[in-house]
């Protein structure tokens, strides 16, 4: 436990917090008291990547335009729910694939199914993957499934897929998945398993912590649920945006 709890810190640190670039990413995981925990950022280098806010409405979460509607660059690839919610799912993703999930789950689908009819976004040449997280209360204990889709290295017309399902993190701890690895043109997609991140705070200390460690140029928004050690209540969502 002592072991993960350094290698998750050691990766906080060399993955968020001196990392130019990491991109959009997501964390799932439990709280220091056993509760669940999803966290979610997105970056920006652009004006338009730039001109977007977290807004939160109950317990669901989207990406809004800050001034209206002008200038966020393609909205079918920055404007979309990033949080939603079934009975028993929690459900965060990096895109409109959110929604594609939750559909899917409300049809009697699974996670995997339903992502399967996905691609890696089409932004030429970065070609960015599409990250998803699922916490699922189903069972007879918590699951958690992360996915990302990212364009094959040979030819990114293909999309490769990875979903990978742990059984819940110890207190305190989640795993993440980031868009890139660092900047660059074309930007570097992530590579490996989930990180291992700390969640070893309350909600705000977690917005704080999280925000502070994102770069200050790049960072456009954040948002930290807070979900019941039982998965029987709606989360609660705190935000931090970049424009207020």
Do not use: C
Request: charged share 25%; hydrophobic share 35%.
């Amino acid at each position: 436990m002592s072991d993960l709890q350094a290698l998750s810190k050691a990766t906080f640190s060399e993955r968020i917090e001196q990392n130019a670039y990491p991109g959009r990413g997501l964390v799932v995981g439990r709280a220091p008291n056993g509760d669940f925990i999803q966290v979610y950022w997105i970056m920006g280098r652009s004006d338009g990547s730039r001109n977007r806010v977290f807004a939160a409405e109950g317990a669901e979460l989207r990406t809004a335009p800050w001034d209206g509607g002008a200038g966020v660059g393609d909205r079918t690839l920055t404007l979309y729910e990033a949080m939603l919610e079934l009975p028993g799912i929690y459900l965060v993703t990096n895109g409109d694939q959110t929604r594609t999930a939750a559909d899917g789950l409300a049809g009697g689908g699974t996670f995997e199914q339903a992502l399967a009819t996905r691609e890696r976004e089409h932004d030429a040449p970065n070609f960015t993957p599409r990250i998803s997280g699922l916490i699922d209360f189903r069972g007879s204990a918590p699951e958690l499934a992360l996915s990302i889709l990212k364009a094959n290295p040979a030819d990114p017309a293909l999309t490769d897929r990875f979903t990978y399902r742990t059984n819940a993190p110890p207190a305190g701890l989640g795993r993440g998945l980031t868009t890139y690895v660092g900047d660059g043109s074309p930007l570097p997609p992530f590579e490996g398993e989930p990180l291992w991140l700390p969640l070893d705070d309350g909600p705000e200390g977690l917005l704080e912590r999280y925000w502070s460690a994102l770069n200050g140029d790049n960072r456009v928004s954040l948002a930290v649920k807070w979900i019941p050690a039982a998965g029987d209540r709606p989360g609660e969502v705190l935000v931090r945006n970049r424009h207020s």
